[in-house]
């Protein structure tokens, strides 16, 4: 796996530079008649395309334009009952505390919570992502907590991955749930991984 900022470089460096506007958010998108789509800007030039492709997130312009005519309700994201913690830890820390579980892609479960680890950037970093099921108190998207606060929501997890919460710098962010999606298919994962001698760790520590 690459590190998004990586990854991005490589697609911005196939792309010419004249052909791409970078600082543009889009205001409105209405499709025309024959077929074409017109894209209002927010600093107000207005252009026409044979098709676009929003990849603008929960709060961008596609959503309205996409849901709005048919599902209005529903252009507004939902909460979807979990927040996460997300994080970039150096590779060497990370086989100092998770050994050869490091070394590779792992997701730890537990009743409300759990994690998510994989290596990135060519093995030297690894990504991870703590789950927490519960409600939120707050309607941002976002938020700072404090790393105390962070700690309780994993009170007696498995040591190592306590540790490894304690010496990365993570952040927190709300997962959002799109009811509107027809489609949408749900899995569930269910089970109890006790913390056995020898065993990997695992959020529920026994």
Known sequence: SAHRKDLLDIMT??????????????????????????????????VEADA??????????????????????????????KYVYRSIVPMKEAVELLGDYAGDGHMFFAKGRSMMIYPISKGTQLNAVAFVHKPANHTLMTKEVSR???????????PRLVKLLDVSCFDFA??????????RQSLKLTG????????????SNG
């Open 13 to 46: 460096s196939l792309i010419p530079r004249s052909t791409v506007k970078f600082n543009k958010r889009v205001a409105a998108l209405k499709e025309l008649e024959g077929g074409k789509v017109q894209i209002a800007f927010a600093d107000g030039e207005v």
């Open 52 to 81: 676009v492709i929003g990849c603008d997130g929960v709060k961008g312009a596609t959503r309205e334009a996409v849901l709005g005519p048919k599902y209005p309700d529903q252009v507004a994201a939902t909460y979807g009952g």
């Open 148 to 158: 105390e606060e962070m700690l309780v929501d994993f009170e007696g997890a498995d």
């Open 174 to 183: 709300k997962v959002y749930d799109f009811d509107f999606c027809q489609t």
């Open 192 to 203: 109890s991984l006790n913390n056995q001698k020898n065993s990997g760790p695992n959020p």
